[in-house]
């Protein structure tokens, strides 16, 4: 990681969970991060825990196109541009897709595939202008890589993941074939214990929940991320995957 030290990150999403969790870990780790999310107040917190030098605020609503575009303009006069990108926010229902309006396949598809496809390009042009390395990292779920896995109706979240994953695909065949030094990793996670457990799991006994289902901490996958970012210069890691130690896999839900 002593590569990155100094460097700046994006992190969406960073508000909570997953996306507190990675913001967190890079500042510990020497990299000034900016957070976009649509609420900041969380982020308020961890500014006056982790320092008004090392976490940064911008508030975006990332189903606007001209606030991601704004932000990343302010990034770049003020902080001279980002050398990593962590396309975090997320959203998901339960509902069916049958029974599921347009407005809502909309709100899934425009946060969770056009969003981070919006911010890879700005962030990938930015490097391209300054002539520099970057990492990418999507955080995906296992049911945009194995959606046999979750029976629960997730309407179009999990077309939105696989969708997701098949950008970072795009990407790195783009980067490849323009001989860019920018590494793309898509990290899928299992059950995480983030604002999207009472989600999927409405109506059912939190204490109980945690006795029958095993989850992953959000400081896990922040953990993958790190370790992606951390290896040689002469390698990438295109795909992570990472599960509860002693579980189904057929009832992995994120």
Same mark, same amino acid.
């Given at each position: 990681?002593?590569?990155?030290?100094? &460097?700046?990150?994006?992190?969406?999403?960073?508000?909570?969970?997953?996306?507190?969790?990675?913001?967190?870990?890079?500042?510990?780790?020497?990299?000034?991060?900016?957070?976009?999310?649509?609420?900041?107040?969380?982020?308020?917190?961890?500014?006056? &825990?982790?320092?008004?030098?090392?976490?940064?605020?911008?508030?975006?609503?990332?189903? &606007?196109?001209?606030?991601?575009?704004?932000?990343?303009?302010?990034?770049?006069?003020?902080?001279?541009?980002?050398?990593?990108?962590?396309?975090?926010?997320?959203?998901?229902?339960?509902?069916?897709?049958?029974?599921?309006? %347009?407005?809502?396949?909309?709100?899934?598809?425009? +946060?969770?595939?056009?969003?981070?496809?919006?911010?890879?390009?700005? !962030?990938?042009?930015?490097?391209?202008?300054?002539?520099?390395?970057?990492?990418?990292?999507?955080?995906?779920?296992?049911?945009?890589?194995?959606?046999?896995?979750?029976? +629960?109706?997730?309407?179009?979240?999990?077309?939105? &993941?696989?969708?997701?994953? !098949?950008?970072?695909?795009?990407?790195?065949?783009?980067?490849?074939?323009?001989?860019?030094?920018?590494?793309?990793?898509?990290?899928?996670?299992?059950?995480?214990?983030?604002?999207?457990?009472?989600?999927? #799991?409405?109506?059912?006994?939190?204490?109980?929940?945690?006795?029958?289902?095993? #989850?992953?901490?959000?400081?896990?996958?922040?953990?993958?991320?790190?370790?992606?970012?951390? %290896?040689?210069?002469?390698?990438?890691?295109?795909?992570?995957?990472?599960?509860?130690?002693?579980?189904?896999?057929? +009832?992995?839900?994120?």
């Amino acid at each position: 990681m002593n590569r990155w030290a100094g &460097k700046v990150a994006i992190v969406t999403g960073a508000n909570s969970g997953i996306g507190a969790a990675i913001s967190e870990a890079l500042v510990n780790h020497g990299v000034k991060v900016i957070g976009l999310d649509i609420r900041l107040d969380r982020l308020q917190e961890m500014i006056q &825990k982790l320092g008004k030098d090392k976490l940064f605020t911008i508030e975006c609503n990332l189903r &606007k196109e001209e606030e991601i575009l704004k932000a990343f303009k302010v990034i770049e006069e003020q902080f001279g541009g980002a050398d990593i990108l962590v396309n975090d926010a997320g959203v998901v229902s339960i509902k069916t897709v049958i029974d599921s309006d %347009t407005e809502e396949y909309r709100k899934i598809i425009d +946060t969770n595939l056009i969003a981070p496809a919006i911010c890879s390009r700005e !962030a990938v042009q930015s490097l391209i202008k300054r002539k520099t390395c970057g990492h990418i990292i999507n955080i995906n779920s296992v049911s945009g890589t194995y959606g046999e896995s979750v029976i +629960t109706p997730v309407c179009m979240y999990s077309a939105s &993941k696989y969708g997701l994953r !098949a950008l970072g695909t795009e990407l790195r065949h783009e980067i490849v074939l323009s001989n860019l030094d920018i590494k793309i990793t898509n990290i899928s996670p299992g059950p995480v214990d983030t604002g999207m457990v009472p989600i999927f #799991f409405e109506g059912v006994d939190e204490e109980q929940l945690r006795q029958t289902v095993k #989850f992953l901490q959000p400081k896990d996958i922040a953990e993958a991320a790190i370790y992606a970012l951390g %290896t040689p210069e002469s390698v990438e890691i295109p795909e992570i995957t990472i599960i509860p130690h002693k579980t189904a896999f057929c +009832t992995v839900l994120r």
